[in-house]
Nanobody
Framework: QVQLVESGGGLVQAGGSLRLSCAAS????????MGWFRQAPGKEREFVAA????????YYADSVKGRFTISRDNAKNTVYLQMNNLKPEDTAVYYC???????????????????WGQGTQVTVSS
C-alpha cells in the first residue's frame, strides 16, 4: 500500500505561484510514475502532469504546459508541482497520484494510477 499526503495549497492572486508537495509513505514510489490531477467544482477530475521514476520524462496537460513544472526527489519519496503564473481557472483541489501507466499517455493526457492522496485546495483570485 502507498499513502500519499499533499501539502502546499492555498489562496493566491492571479499571476502568483505555489509549490505543491506530495510525500509518499508505506512503500517506495521511486520506481513508479507519479502524477498530479485536479478537480474543480462541478467538473470531472483531470490530468495535470506526470513524471517518470527517473525524472527523465515528463507529461503535461496543454492547459498548464509552460506554467507548471513537475519534479521529484526519490531520496525523499516526494513529488513536487511548481505552479507559476496561476490563473483563476487553475482553482481546484489538486491530487497526487501514484502508479500512472505512462505507456498509456497520449497527447496531453495520462490516465490515473491506483493510489490517491486526500487532495489540497488551490484557489486563485482574480
Amino acid at each position: 500500500q502507498v499513502q500519499l499526503v499533499e501539502s502546499g495549497g492555498g489562496l493566491v492572486q492571479a499571476g502568483g505561484s505555489l509549490r505543491l508537495s506530495c510525500a509518499a509513505s508505506g512503500r517506495t514510489v521511486s520506481s513508479t510514475t507519479m502524477g498530479w490531477f485536479r478537480q474543480a467544482p462541478g467538473k470531472e477530475r483531470e490530468f495535470v502532469a506526470a513524471i517518470r521514476y527517473s525524472g527523465s520524462s515528463t507529461y503535461y496537460a496543454d492547459s498548464v504546459k509552460g506554467r507548471f513544472t513537475i519534479s521529484r526527489d526519490n531520496a525523499k519519496n516526494t513529488v513536487y508541482l511548481q505552479m507559476n503564473n496561476l490563473k483563476p481557472e487553475d482553482t481546484a483541489v489538486y491530487y497526487c497520484n501514484a502508479g500512472v501507466p505512462f505507456w498509456r499517455c497520449a497527447g496531453y493526457v495520462c490516465p490515473a494510477g491506483n493510489y490517491w492522496g486526500q487532495g489540497t485546495q488551490v484557489t486563485v483570485s482574480s
